[in-house]
Nanobody, 122 residues
């Protein structure tokens, strides 16, 4: 059973920063690509960032590029998303995901966490 547990969300003012974490268990974390997605109220889930198993390939959505950094610590089975210069439009539930294929589509990932809420006030 694969388990992904996100943490680190919260309420922050515009311009602030947050670091999200995703603790993984139940499979060989270091062997699989990982990603962050987000879903705002009334909107579809959207891709935020992805990272290859080694960390050598990182891809970002245009909406967060330059403001966010995805990283992973395979020794700790943990995925991170550092978000800076946060904007109200970043408000969403953020999900981490694990899959067999590195990509930016939800269908590339078959294991999901329960999500962590990020709220950015203006």
């Amino acid at each position: 059973q694969v388990m992904l547990v996100e943490s680190g969300g919260g309420l922050v003012q515009a311009g602030g920063s947050l670091r999200l974490s995703c603790a993984a268990s139940g499979r060989t974390f270091s062997s699989y690509p990982m990603a962050w997605f987000r879903q705002a109220p009334g909107k579809e889930r959207e891709f935020v960032a992805s990272i290859s198993w080694s960390g050598g390939i990182r891809t970002y959505a245009n909406s967060v590029k330059g403001r966010s950094t995805i990283s992973r610590d395979n020794a700790k089975n943990t995925l991170y998303l550092q978000m800076n210069s946060l904007k109200p439009e970043d408000t969403a539930v953020y999900y981490c995901a694990s899959g067999s294929r590195l990509g930016s589509s939800s269908s590339d990932y078959n294991y999901w966490g329960q999500g962590t809420q990020v709220t950015v006030s203006s």
